[in-house]
Structures are given as C-alpha cells and as structure tokens.
C-alpha cells in the first residue's frame, strides 16, 4: 500500500538511517525497517500505522526527535511513534540500562487501553521481524550472534519477548493473526527450555 503519508516517511526514514547498519552486521538498518512496514502492510491499510512502522526507530536511533516527527508527519503519527521510542538513557551505557528500559516498554504497553492498542500492531511487527532475523543469525553464525546483543542473558531475552507476545497477542489485529504463532514458534525455537 502507498500513499502520500507512507511515501513521506518511507523516503524519511531511507534518509535518516541511510548509514547505519545493524548490529555486528553489514546489512543496512534499512531492511529492518522495510521488514516492519511490510509486516504491519499485511496487518492494517491503516496509514498512519504504516508510516509509524517506517519511522518507529527514528527518534531512538538517529538526531530526530518527536517534534520534527510531528512537524513533518503530524500529530497522529508523533504519538504512535513516541509510543514504539525508548528512552535509552544515553548518559549511560546501553547494557547497564537494558532491563529498566525493557521494563518500562512491557508496562507501557501493557497500560494502554482502546484505540492506543493500535500499536501493538508496530510493536508486533518490529519484534517478529527482529526475531525472524535472530533465527536466521543462529542458523548461519550460531550463538556467536549473542556477542551483538546489549544483553547476552538468554533468560533475560526470552522473558523480554515472551512478557511482549503475552500483552501484544490480546489485540485481535495480532492475536488473531498467522504471524502471532511464528513470532510464538520463534521465541520458542530461540530460546528453548
């Protein structure tokens, strides 16, 4: 689906995470983001969602803030990706913080109520894309991709997305949804107990 508003931020985000890649890796931080527009695509035709799938790591990992998200795609979408942003605390070192700042994302979506719940719909997506990639790592490399990872505590990462699918899978766009039970068969083939 395109539209004006799509278009706008897809052409955004392209420019502002133009030079980045992911972590320990040469593919361009691009691709995550094409993943995450293309899952929430296949979700909802909703718009605004879209564009907040292609700008949802724009304020975390680039000089944009919330303000140039509002001025340039409006208040609708300056919410929703506020909502997806953590605040990384970059007076200190990532790994030290990883824990409070999930914690703080798991009980800010588990809070939100009624038309707020739309984003699950971008928290869904950008947490099945990262695990697809995670599987696909451990596949190629083994469990030397664990190096890249703020947090290397496998018990850690699984409560992360599994305390994620439980509050995202409520939402009937997600819960209801083919993709719920890959993002379930993944944790589970990731971390196995």
Same mark, same amino acid.
């Given at each position: 689906?395109?539209?004006?508003? %799509?278009?706008?931020? @897809?052409?955004?985000? $392209?420019? &502002?995470?133009?030079? @980045?890649?992911?972590?320990? /890796?040469?593919?361009?931080? #691009?691709? *995550?983001?094409?993943?995450?527009? #293309?899952?929430?695509?296949?979700? #909802? ?9 292609? +700008? *949802?790591?724009? &304020? ?18 300056? !919410? ?11 007076? #200190? ?6 824990? =409070?700042? /999930? ?5 800010? =979506?588990?809070? $939100?109520?009624? %038309?707020? @719940? ?8 950008? !947490?099945?894309?990262? $695990?697809?990639?995670? !599987?696909?790592? +451990? ?7 664990? @190096? ?25 766009? &997600? ?7 890959? =993002? ?10």
């Amino acid at each position: 689906m395109t539209t004006p508003l %799509i278009d706008a931020a @897809q052409a955004y985000a $392209l420019r &502002v995470h133009a030079k @980045q890649t992911r972590k320990g /890796k040469a593919t361009p931080f #691009t691709e *995550h983001l094409k993943a995450v527009a #293309t899952i929430v695509s296949s979700l #909802t035709d909703d718009e605004v969602l879209i564009a907040t799938a292609w +700008l *949802h790591d724009t &304020v975390e990992d680039t000089p944009t803030t919330i303000v140039d998200i509002e001025r340039e795609f409006g208040t609708e979408v300056a !919410k929703y990706v506020a909502m997806e942003t953590e605040n990384k605390r970059s007076e #200190t070192a990532e790994n030290l913080t990883w824990r =409070l700042r /999930k914690e703080e994302q798991i009980n800010h =979506l588990a809070a $939100l109520t009624g %038309i707020e @719940q739309k984003i699950y719909t971008v928290a869904f997506a950008d !947490k099945l894309a990262n $695990l697809r990639e995670i !599987k696909t790592d +451990l596949d190629q490399e083994g469990p030397l991709v664990w @190096q890249r990872f703020n947090n290397q505590d496998m018990v850690a990462q699984r409560w992360y997305y599994q305390s994620f699918a439980d509050i995202v899978g409520n939402w009937p766009v &997600v819960g209801e949804n083919p993709q719920y039970v890959e =993002l379930q068969e993944l944790i589970t083939q990731i971390w196995p107990q």
